[in-house]
């Protein structure tokens, strides 16, 4: 652990985790949706292992995955990694697509009681452990009209002892609020960073004492500077295909408007990218996401940096304008 550790908490009751978490979605591996790419391309189990640690030695007490990534890989990767070190972490995994692990597909989405305790009994199986500490809905724009169902079913398996707490991944500020009202729910995940995100549903997080754990942080990898324009991706990565006219391309020009602003005090501009929003809300717990040694140690570095200051966050904002 290092000694200069900023932590927040998921819920007004739920566990202290590191202010930034170890996002799992890349280690997945490749996977596909209707012939369409999911996935971060081919990954390297024993790096994915190895960056795993490395979070957890600088630091990182939190861990998000879900069923989906890689169709079940990423829970199986995890489990691997955290052999003889459950006891360091929070395990946050996501219920709601159904999945295929031996074709490495998505098939479909789910939400019925009866889904939901099966799909809880399987990533409690990949992760290999009794209990999973925060299980979030991972259908973003499910009917509202159906959510009491899905928040009820989730209350139930707290009574069970199969999870501790509960969210909604949604960018959606009525469906988060309405979760909100349910006695275990202790986080809404949005997607926010430096170039996008929904203050709405922040909010709803900030009125209801809930953690917004943000996924995207680093809008997919851009805000870490290390793409161009003429940057490309392996038809297996989720990014393959990204039109650089369009919105990835705003997204670089806005970087170049703030990158001195992010990096002036010896940041990277990942470090950077994370204290911007460890300064704009108490409420996020940024979860980047991770696949190697060197991105897990750098980006563990903001958590002895800690936020930016008011200054910077005034000037980015000008900037940004």
Not at 133 to 142: E, P
Not at 259 to 270: C, K, Q
Not at 286 to 298: E, K, L, M
Request: hydrophobic share 40%.
């Amino acid at each position: 652990m290092t000694e200069a550790t900023i932590t927040r908490r998921l819920g007004t009751d739920g566990p202290e985790v590191s202010a930034i978490g170890f996002g799992a979605w890349a280690i997945g591996g490749p996977a596909s949706r209707d012939g369409r790419p999911i996935g971060w391309g081919e990954v390297d189990d024993d790096e994915s292992v190895a960056a795993l640690h490395a979070a957890l030695d600088a630091g990182v007490t939190l861990i998000d995955t879900a069923n989906v990534y890689g169709a079940g890989h990423s829970e199986r990767v995890v489990a691997r990694a955290l052999q003889g070190r459950r006891d360091e972490v929070v395990i946050a995994t996501k219920f709601g697509n159904l999945i295929d692990e031996a074709k490495r597909e998505a098939i479909g989405r789910d939400a019925s009681p009866e889904s939901i305790r099966e799909q809880c009994d399987a990533s409690l199986s990949r992760l290999r452990t009794d209990v999973i500490d925060l299980y979030q809905f991972h259908i973003g724009d499910y009917p509202l009209d159906r959510a009491g169902e899905v928040r009820d079913a989730l209350e139930g398996l707290v009574a069970d002892g199969k999870i501790r707490f509960y969210g909604w991944s949604t960018d959606d500020p009525d469906r988060a609020a309405f979760f909100a009202e349910g006695e275990h729910c202790a986080a809404v995940q949005q997607s926010f960073s430096l170039v996008n995100g929904n203050e709405d549903t922040l909010a709803v997080a900030e009125r209801h004492g809930l953690a917004s754990i943000v996924r995207g942080p680093l809008a997919m990898g851009l805000l870490t500077g290390k793409m161009t324009r003429e940057t490309t991706f392996a038809e297996t990565d989720v990014r393959h295909g990204w039109d650089w006219s369009g919105d990835p391309g705003r997204r670089l020009d806005a970087l170049d408007k703030v990158r001195e602003i992010l990096t002036e005090d010896g940041r990277t501009l990942a470090q950077g990218a994370l204290g911007w929003l460890l300064a704009r809300s108490e409420a996020f717990v940024p979860i980047p996401g991770i696949r190697t040694v060197a991105q897990a140690r750098d980006n563990a570095g903001v958590l002895a940096a800690g936020p930016l200051s008011a200054d910077q966050l005034d000037r980015i904002a000008a900037a940004l304008a």
